[in-house]
């Protein structure tokens, strides 16, 4: 029976002993993978088409500025048949006459708005706004996709460590129920010892199960998020020096800088702006118009006609069945409701600022605890193996401590992995989960060119890209 414990502690001290260590070869840092999510996923890049596409709203409405031409030309072919009645002697006689004109017309009208209510000032107000809330709604998923990145990559590595620890302790438990088996068939122990032992590697074997099951649904979103293979990952810091340090810090920033509310503050602008573009209706619109017109061959002996001229027209609206008093009312509505969404976004920021902060501080305290809990454990296991030695402890006293410690570390990987993700949803709430902020490996998305590019464009159908 000594032998067989002495066999035990020497199994649970290499197991004990283990440490979870990743490969530097081909390592990949929480930084290079959140800036491969950042540079390359599609949900992410669709929204930045998406942003390029409203950035045309700023040109559509600046079209009103400017004047419109249109061309025209005709072409056709007339015939003309004339009797000729001479009177004679004898009676009339009829000579027919026909002749045939090809007329043809062409002309250039112009024709620029000089005043429509305000209304074409305000809809490019409201198209600058629609932008401004579209590239904050850019930063949303930004924020979205690096969050959910650096949280799946914590989920792989925690998964990873995980199986490596049950891994040890089911080949722990296998060696021990291999002696155990020995020991029993020369009557050493009893039949009970080898169901227990049984017992706690079936119990170990089904852990090791589920996480393997859990390690291979993180690697798959891991694909989904990040675009490749989780390979060479390595421990990653926690982002607490890009965050305030108090709350009300935290919500003053949150304040300013979360781009659910700025979108919502743009969100706000638009709703108004629509507003006063309805009203605009009902004001007069002035428009003047210059054309020229060119006909050859109008009528039969006239050659040419040539016309031109300039005139203004004043469009006063007096009365147009009450739509669009409707319409004004109604945005007004729209505008008011905009303005309570706005504060249910403040609300709402504020709460998800409380409960990350909340989140990262106990993160904290649990990592603390699981470490005093794994050197506890580890303690006892050392205890109980130096108390098996001289036959103070049996040998399932031992195998339960060992029990013990694998559950402490099991804990102190999730408290780890609880810590770093508490960190990243908080620089989130606050609004400052940014690429530049973390000074990750990538060139930082620019939507301020595009825009650029194609807000003062007259003409053209081809995009910045060649497309």
């Not at 609004?431 to 301020?448: C, E, F, H, M, Q």
């Amino acid at each position: 029976m000594r032998a067989f414990r002495k066999f035990v502690w020497l199994a649970l001290s290499a197991t004990a002993t283990t440490v979870v260590a990743t490969p530097n070869v081909g390592a990949e840092p929480i930084e290079s993978a959140l800036a491969r999510a950042y540079e390359e996923n599609p949900q992410l890049n669709a929204q930045r088409a998406s942003v390029r596409a409203t950035d045309e709203y700023v040109p559509q409405a600046l079209s009103g500025y400017r004047p419109k031409v249109g061309a025209i030309a005709t072409v056709g072919e007339q015939r003309a048949d004339l009797t000729d009645v001479t009177n004679t002697a004898s009676g009339p006689v009829y000579s027919p006459l026909g002749t045939t004109a090809t007329p043809y017309t062409y002309g250039v009208t112009v024709t620029q708005n000089v005043f429509n209510g305000f209304q074409t000032a305000n809809r490019t107000r409201t198209a600058e706004s629609q932008v401004m809330a579209a590239r904050e709604g850019l930063r949303v998923l930004e924020q979205t996709i690096l969050l959910n990145s650096a949280t799946i990559y914590m989920d792989v590595l925690r998964d990873t460590a995980i199986e490596q620890i049950q891994q040890s302790n089911v080949a722990t438990l296998r060696q021990v129920l291999e002696q155990t088996e020995k020991r029993f068939s020369v009557g050493d122990v009893t039949a009970t010892d080898v169901s227990q032992a049984k017992a706690q590697l079936a119990s170990a074997e089904s852990t090791l199960l589920a996480v393997g099951a859990t390690l291979t649904t993180s690697k798959a979103n891991y694909r989904v998020i990040i675009g490749v293979e989780p390979q060479g990952l390595v421990a990653a810091a926690p982002v607490d020096r890009f965050s305030p340090p108090t709350l009300i810090g935290a919500f003053t920033l949150g304040d300013q800088d979360n781009p659910n509310i700025t979108a919502g503050m743009y969100g706000v602008d638009v709703a108004y702006l629509q507003v006063k573009i309805n009203e605009g209706a009902l004001y007069p619109t002035m428009n003047v118009q210059a054309a020229f017109q060119q006909s050859y061959q109008p009528l039969p002996g006239e050659q040419s006609l040539f016309t031109a001229g300039v005139t203004g027209q004043l469009s006063i609206p007096l009365y147009q069945g009450g739509a669009e008093y409707a319409l004004i009312r109604q945005s007004k509505e729209s505008a008011a409701q905009q303005r309570l969404n706005l504060d249910l976004v403040r609300r709402q920021v504020r709460g998800s600022i409380s409960q990350a902060w909340a989140q990262l501080n106990a993160a904290k305290g649990e990592v603390e605890k699981a470490k005093i809990a794994v050197s506890a454990a580890e303690a006892t296991l050392n205890g109980m193996r130096k108390e098996a030695r001289v036959g103070e402890r049996t040998t399932f006293d031992v195998l339960n401590a060992q029990q013990v410690l694998v559950t402490a570390r099991t804990s102190l990987v999730q408290a780890q992995h609880d810590r770093v993700v508490a960190s990243y949803n908080l620089l989130a709430a606050v609004g400052r989960l940014s690429p530049k902020v973390l000074a990750l490996p990538t060139a930082i998305y620019d939507p301020t060119v595009h825009y650029q590019q194609v807000r003062d464009a007259w003409s053209g159908l081809r995009t910045p890209s060649g497309k």
